[in-house]
């Protein structure tokens, strides 16, 4: 992204965030990657989601252990 086109992106955030917290939200931010043994801690409650589940192999074209 061309750094006008970041601004747009911090500008749209900054709005967003004045009305969220009107309303009484907060932010969280949430991993987008959670490590396999960190899951099988909480099998028995990852085991109703665990199809929608998407398990990262590669990074790039080298395989992950």
């Known amino acids: 992204i061309r750094p006008y086109g970041y601004a747009i992106w911090e500008n749209i955030q900054r ?3 004045g009305m969220f917290k009107e309303t009484g939200h907060e932010n ?9 043994s ?15 589940c998407a ?3 590669y990074g790039g074209s080298e395989k992950l252990e």
């Open 15 to 17: 709005i967003l965030d």
């Open 28 to 36: 969280v931010n949430m991993p987008m990657f959670i490590p396999e």
């Open 55 to 57: 398990w990262v192999t």
């Open 38 to 52: 960190l899951l099988q801690k909480e099998a028995d409650h990852v085991e109703g989601f665990a199809p929608e």
